[in-house]
C-alpha cells in the first residue's frame, strides 16, 4: 500500500506529519484514525483607536477516521486591516477545512473613524474601537474567545480592545492604552510545542501603550504602523491609531498518523 500524499511530510517518532501552509489534497488509501489541527485565518485590525483582529477559530482532537480518497484542505487566508479614516471593521479571515472539520476565520477588528464601531463575530472575536465599543463574540462557541470592548473614551488617547485568542477573551482598553490580543493555545502535534490562534493587540493613538499581541502569532498594536499576525498560526492583525491596521495571518491545517498504519506486510511463501 502507498503512503498518503499531500502538505509537507515529517516524522516525530513513530508518527508521520503532513502540513499544509497552503490549500492542497491529502490523499490517502485504506481507512485510519489520525489526529489534525485545523486554524483559520486570523482577522484584520481596526484603525483610530480600533480594536485587535480576532484570531482563526481552532479546532483539534485524535481519533478521527479518514477512508480511502483524496481529501480537499482549505487554508484560510488572514483578512486585511481596515484603512485609515474608515468606519468599519477589519476583514474577517478565511476558514480552513479539512473533511468535516471546519474553522471558522476571525473576526475584525472595530474602527473608530467618524462612529465607533464594534468588533464582528468570529473563530475569535475582533475587540471594539475606543467610543464604548463591544467587543466581537466567538461564534460558533468553542473555536476560540471574545475580543475585549474599546475604552469608553471616543478621544484620541482612547485604546481599542484587544482581539480574542483561541485560549482566552481580549483585554479591554483604556484611556492612554490598547487591551492586549488573548493568547493562544499550545499544540506539539508536530513534536514541537507550537503557540496558534493569539488575538490582535489594540491601537491607540499617540505616545501611549499600544496592546501586545496575544502568544500565537498576534500582531501588537500601534498609533501608524500595527503588526501584522504571523502567517500560518491564525493570528490576528493589530490595530492603529491612526493608519492602517495590521492584516490578520493565514492559518494551517496539520495531520498526524501512525507511520505503522501503512507499513508494508512481507509475505511469506513456501517453495515445493
Do not use: C
Not at 8 to 29: E, Q
Amino acid at each position: 500500500m502507498a503512503s498518503p500524499t499531500g502538505g509537507t511530510i515529517t516524522t516525530d517518532g513513530l508518527y508521520t506529519v503532513h502540513s499544509f501552509t497552503t490549500s492542497g489534497t491529502f490523499t490517502v488509501d485504506k481507512s485510519v484514525n489520525v489526529e489534525y489541527l485545523v486554524v483559520a485565518g486570523g482577522a484584520g485590525g481596526g484603525t483610530n483607536g480600533g480594536g485587535g483582529g480576532g484570531a482563526g477559530g481552532y479546532k483539534t482532537a485524535s481519533g478521527f477516521a479518514v477512508t480511502a480518497q483524496g481529501y480537499s484542505i482549505t487554508v484560510g487566508g488572514g483578512g486585511a486591516g481596515l484603512a485609515a479614516g474608515t468606519p468599519g471593521q477589519g476583514t474577517a479571515g478565511s476558514n480552513s477545512v479539512f473533511s468535516t472539520i471546519t474553522s471558522t476565520g476571525g473576526g475584525g477588528g472595530g474602527g473608530a473613524a467618524g462612529t465607533p464601531a464594534n468588533g464582528n463575530a468570529g473563530g475569535s472575536g475582533g475587540g471594539g474601537s475606543r467610543g464604548g465599543s463591544t467587543g466581537g463574540a466567538a461564534s460558533p462557541a468553542s473555536q476560540g474567545f471574545a475580543g475585549g470592548n474599546g475604552a469608553v473614551t471616543n478621544g484620541a488617547d482612547g485604546g481599542g480592545g484587544g482581539g480574542g485568542g483561541a485560549s482566552e477573551v481580549g483585554a479591554i482598553g483604556g484611556t492612554s492604552f490598547g487591551g492586549d490580543g488573548g493568547d493562544g493555545n499550545s499544540n506539539s502535534i508536530t513534536g514541537s510545542a507550537v503557540f496558534y490562534g493569539g488575538g490582535g493587540g489594540g491601537g491607540v493613538e499617540g505616545a501611549y501603550t499600544w496592546g501586545l499581541g496575544g502568544n500565537g502569532g498576534g500582531g501588537n498594536g500601534h498609533n501608524g504602523s500595527p503588526v501584522a499576525g504571523t502567517a500560518n498560526t491564525g493570528g490576528g492583525g493589530g490595530g492603529s491609531g491612526t493608519g492602517v491596521g495590521g492584516a490578520g495571518g493565514s492559518g494551517i491545517v496539520i495531520i498526524k498518523y501512525l507511520t505503522s498504519d501503512f507499513a508494508a506486510t512481507a509475505g511469506m511463501f513456501l517453495l515445493f
